[in-house]
């Protein structure tokens, strides 16, 4: 019988396209064994597409009254005779389906949930970039070798959007909750017509919820195009590939994008530290304590040449 691993990654976007390179990495390792992904519901379709899991399972996010949800997932959970866990989450949320999975005996589980079989126990741990912090946890469960996320996996024709190079993405939204994670919509604007002019087209992608923003945009840059929902993760990183740059706040498609090899430049502010979570690939940061900081000239001076 073939070994059975279950990767645990449950969100966010960012974060499942950072875990990518360690997916990729547990498939090398274990060579012919049955992968199984447990995700977030907005994640599985793009982990399915992956060469790295045969299989992917929701994560349905019971609540603690839920007790029939739970006991379903234990069953499911210890009936899948996994071999071997790798919680890429390391959440307290992923740390209790160790817990939910007993009593004994478990699967050989890699993470930070208590008694579990390869602890990741770097005092560092908390202060070292996703990336590194996952590869260092693999090498304590016996993988030496992490390579970088690599999408060439992940197409899609994007003939339907009628773009023509040269153009430039912009990622104006991110998370409604966190506003100070976002450059002032107003530079956006003029960034936008500042690429008009030479002739390049500024492209907006986001969510529904974010079309204020192209609104915005376009009224200052009528030239701009607006695919404010109209792109899913595949397009997105097709679009990636023929872009000349992408600009846009710390948010999960900035992760997308420059993972599909697009140079980019990323905003930050003191909301997030991009030490621990910028994205990897061409990528160049750009930080200011609070982004109405952060003036157009420092990001103009920033795009390739």
């Not at 817990?99 to 770097?122: D, F, K, V, Y």
């Not at 560092?124 to 304590?140: I, N, S």
């Not at 003939?159 to 430039?168: E, I, K, N, S, V």
């Not at 599909?260 to 940061?285: E, M, N, T, W, Y």
């Amino acid at each position: 019988m073939s070994e059975r691993i279950l990767v645990i990654k449950l969100g966010a976007l960012g974060d499942v396209v950072l875990a990518l390179g360690p997916m990729a990495a547990i498939r090398q390792h274990h060579h012919g064994a049955r992968i199984t992904a447990l995700t977030g519901a907005p994640y599985a379709g793009l982990l399915a597409a992956s060469p790295y899991v045969d299989e992917v399972w929701t994560d349905t996010k019971p609540r603690f009254w839920q007790v029939g949800v739970w006991r379903a997932l234990r069953r499911r959970l210890r009936d899948a005779g996994f071999t071997r866990v790798y919680d890429l989450q390391t959440s307290d949320r992923s740390s209790f389906y160790f817990q939910l999975m007993g009593p004994e005996p478990r699967p050989e589980w890699s993470g930070i949930a208590t008694s579990c079989s390869h602890p990741h126990r770097n005092p560092d741990r908390d202060r070292l970039h996703t990336v590194d912090r996952q590869a260092d946890q693999l090498r304590l469960a016996g993988i030496a070798a992490v390579p970088p996320p690599d999408l060439s996996w992940l197409t899609a024709d994007i003939q339907r959007f009628g773009l023509t190079a040269p153009y430039a993405l912009l990622v104006p939204g991110g998370a409604e909750t966190r506003p100070r994670k976002r450059w002032p919509t107003a530079r956006f604007a003029a960034l936008a017509s500042s690429l008009a002019v030479q002739g390049i087209q500024p492209v907006i992608l986001g969510t529904v919820p974010e079309r204020p923003l192209a609104d915005t945009i376009r009224a200052a840059c009528p030239s701009a195009r607006d695919l404010i929902g109209e792109t899913n993760f595949a397009e997105i990183a097709a679009l990636a590939r023929g872009a000349r740059v992408a600009v846009g706040n710390d948010t999960g498609p900035m992760h997308l994008i420059a993972a599909a090899g697009c140079p980019s430049i990323v905003l930050f502010s003191d909301d997030s530290d991009p030490a621990l979570c910028a994205p990897r690939g061409k990528v160049s940061v750009l930080r200011r304590p609070d982004l109405a900081e952060l003036p157009l000239d420092a990001v103009t001076a920033a795009l390739p040449a």
